[in-house]
């Protein structure tokens, strides 16, 4: 006690969580980061200098699919570009600013659509974006291997390309 403050201890569980905040945030700086020297190894063709076949080849060997290096890669631009800030990236997560990318290449990310990104879930910001989630037929089902439990297989889709199926 502490001049007369009752100071509580954080539980195991609190500490975990702020465990896995801390280290998610360090690892969303560490993707725009990573971003950023990509698109700088694309722009300067240092990937050429160093003997790999392709930028594509190159970005491979580090262990990333291309198309996630160049979603990463999109990002930093957004950042130079100030469409959003790094701290807005970071508030708002790597997988959900990939979301935007199509929106802010296109100039049609709105102040409500940003807000949404920061505090919904990516689910709800899909939807909101014009995805749709439909469920697939029964015989698409698989079993989780962990509690047993049946999953239905789900594909979003972009509702205009529902409608003209």
């Not at 702020?18 to 990573?34: S, V, W």
């Amino acid at each position: 006690m502490v001049s007369g403050i009752n100071i509580v201890p954080p539980t195991k569980a609190e500490e975990n969580v702020l465990a896995i905040q801390h280290l998610t945030r360090d690892l969303h700086y560490n993707f725009l980061e990573l971003g950023r020297l990509l698109s700088e190894n694309q722009e300067a063709a240092y990937w050429s200098q160093c003997a790999y076949g392709s930028f594509k080849d190159f970005v491979e060997m580090l262990g990333i699919s291309y198309s996630f290096g160049t979603r990463l890669m999109g990002i930093s631009r957004v950042v130079a570009q100030q469409l959003l800030t790094e701290e807005e990236v970071l508030e708002i997560g790597v997988s959900k600013t990939c979301v935007l990318l199509p929106l802010m290449a296109k100039g049609k990310l709105d102040d409500d659509t940003k807000e949404l990104a920061k505090s919904a879930p990516y689910r709800e910001l899909r939807q909101h974006i014009g995805h749709k989630e439909t469920t697939l037929s029964i015989e698409y089902q698989i079993q989780c291997p962990r509690c047993g439990a049946g999953i239905l297989g789900a594909k979003w889709v972009r509702m205009e390309e529902k409608r003209n199926d």
